[in-house]
């Protein structure tokens, strides 16, 4: 079965260095997605993406946060100077648009000290 | 009032027995509905997504009330392994964004 993969899966950084978060959707996908969720809470939309563009962002993401799909396979979430709140596991999903559901990574535990 | 709202339990049910989850959401245009399973730190998976016609699948079914803009799912004859938390999701048309509830603990007792 086709698989999101994501890398790392789990990255210690000290507050304020810059993370990148890594995601290989599945190939035949169209939309890109970066969630998180914070320990015990619900999983939260950060940012979608599609033909190679953001196509909607919640407030989460600000400008510290930026996507990228540097070769058409990866994306990335990359988060200029991490803050302690950022901590969270955070997900990448793929869908191809079919409305079937989203296929989620399993996800980069982001631990900022 | 929440985008998406679930009771978060934890329904504790012994083995063999049928548990109900309900979901209602705010929106009235959304469009697409689902049920995640997340089990303890792991990601989100897909259970099925949900219909007015309602649909099952083996010991599962959810049905959707888009009048009353209500989800709900059913499961019998559960198991040890339905132990998790289920995900009510919400999601409108457009960029597919998803608005997840925040789950409801399962925990079946032998």
């Known amino acids: 079965e086709p698989e999101v993969t994501q890398t790392p899966s789990h990255q210690v950084t000290q507050m304020g260095q810059e993370v990148i978060l890594r995601c290989v959707p599945i190939s035949n996908h169209l939309y890109f997605y970066w969630y998180r969720q914070i320990l015990g809470q619900k999983v939260e939309f950060l940012v979608s993406?599609?033909?190679?563009?953001?196509?909607?962002k919640s407030e989460i993401f600000d400008d510290q946060f930026s996507v990228e799909r540097p070769d058409g396979s990866n994306f990335t979430l990359k988060i200029r100077s991490t803050k302690l709140e950022d901590s969270a596991m955070y997900f990448c999903?793929?869908?191809?648009?079919?409305?079937?559901?989203?296929?989620f990574g399993s996800g980069t535990r982001l631990t900022v000290v | 009032r929440k985008e998406v709202e679930q009771d978060p339990g934890p329904f504790n049910v012994p083995e063999g027995a049928t548990v109900a989850f309900n979901c209602t959401y705010s929106n009235s245009a959304s469009q697409s509905f689902f049920w995640y399973r997340q089990d303890c730190r792991k990601e989100p998976k897909l259970l099925m997504s949900?219909?007015?016609s309602g649909n099952e699948d083996g010991r599962f079914t959810a049905q959707l009330n888009r009048a009353s803009q209500y989800i709900s799912l059913l499961i019998r004859d559960s198991k040890l392994s339905d132990s998790a938390t289920y995900l009510c999701?919400?999601?409108?048309?457009?960029?597919?964004?998803?608005?997840f509830g925040t789950g409801t603990r399962l925990k079946v007792l032998a």
């Open positions: 999903a793929s869908t191809d648009g079919g409305g079937y559901g989203y296929t």
């Open positions: 949900v219909y007015s």
């Open positions: 999701v919400v999601s409108s048309s457009g960029t597919y964004k998803y608005i």
């Open positions: 993406f599609y033909n190679n563009e953001i196509s909607e």
